[in-house]
């Protein structure tokens, strides 16, 4: 009956992140079947840390936050949990030997939410490598499957996805954060006065992280290398959006791209994927 508990967990892990982000889920769905499991136990543990600080407003974040991040590890350690989703979570972090310090990272940054909404650039930079590069790197983990050489070779191309996917959510999220949060992430710009200068200077900065991305994607096994591409190819969609938008606009409104373009998106990926494995 264990197998059904384990079987529960997974649902539960793959239930959040398809609640949560439909761009994430549509690139796990293209990954090999055998992947989707451990990515959907990391999506699932980081969109759960993360919902505590951004919105359970009328609980107590800090300590809510410390149980979760105590039980996390707890959970890795003696590789078992009655919380499904940190279940499937150390199964991945154990099956993959996900380093401490990357979920440890994760959790600081985490923390940096609860009291801190204004950022310099080092703290800018410790907060993108906490909540999203090290995102990218567990995932890695699971990508190259034990081979280091792989891993090592691909690591600064996954921390630079990570960072690009997180600068893109900070911009198209940049009214929401101000509004309900009191948050500005970008180091030396004034919400109330944001203009097209400094909006520029932050699309250089995402472009190049961009393009260090992709210079990884195409190194990727071929079962992952799909599933990290449409996600690549929604989030440089949605920065495409952004950067046609006025900096005005950004301060008014959430861009998105369509649900009919994220499907347009999936439809070309399978097809790119589909003449790869008629080559090969």
């Known amino acids: 009956m264990f197998k059904v508990f384990e079987k529960?967990?997974?649902?539960?892990?793959?239930?959040?992140?398809?609640?949560?982000s439909t761009s994430f889920s549509l690139g796990i769905k293209t990954l090999s079947r055998e992947l989707r499991e451990p990515i959907y136990g990391i999506y699932g543990m980081v969109r759960?840390?993360?919902e505590i600080v951004d919105t359970f407003h009328d609980f107590d974040k800090k300590a809510l936050l410390e149980?979760?991040?105590r039980d996390t590890f707890e959970a890795i350690e003696q590789k078992i949990s009655l919380?499904?989703?940190l279940f499937s979570f150390q199964k991945a972090?154990?099956?993959y030997n996900i380093p401490r310090p990357l979920i440890e990272a994760f959790f600081k940054s985490m923390e940096t939410d609860l009291y801190q909404t204004a950022f310099g650039r080092q703290g800018y930079d410790e907060y993108i490598y906490g909540s999203a590069e090290v995102v990218g790197l567990m995932c890695l983990k699971v990508f190259s499957n034990g081979d280091e050489a792989m891993y090592n070779k691909l690591e600064s191309s996954a921390r630079a996805l990570g960072a690009a996917f997180q600068k893109v959510n900070f911009l198209r999220d940049m009214k929401s954060d101000f509004d309900e949060r009191?948050?500005?992430y970008f180091p030396g710009v004034d919400f109330t006065d944001f203009k097209e200068d400094a909006k520029r200077l932050i699309e250089v900065e995402v472009s190049l992280d961009f393009e260090k991305a992709y210079e990884g994607i195409k190194q990727l096994p071929a079962g992952s290398r799909s599933g990290v591409m449409l996600a690549y190819s929604y989030y440089l969609r949605l920065f495409q959006q952004i950067k046609k938008s006025p900096a005005f606009k950004i301060n008014?409104?959430?861009?998105?791209?369509s649900d009919f373009q994220k499907l347009t998106l999936l439809v070309e990926t399978l097809a790119v994927k589909n003449f790869s494995q008629l080559l090969s």
């Open 8 to 20: 529960t967990a997974a649902e539960c892990s793959k239930t959040v992140t398809q609640a949560y």
């Open 48 to 50: 759960f840390a993360d």
């Open 67 to 69: 149980k979760f991040k």
């Open 83 to 85: 919380n499904p989703v």
């Open 93 to 95: 972090v154990n099956k």
């Open 182 to 184: 009191g948050r500005v």
């Open 252 to 257: 008014e409104t959430r861009i998105r791209v």
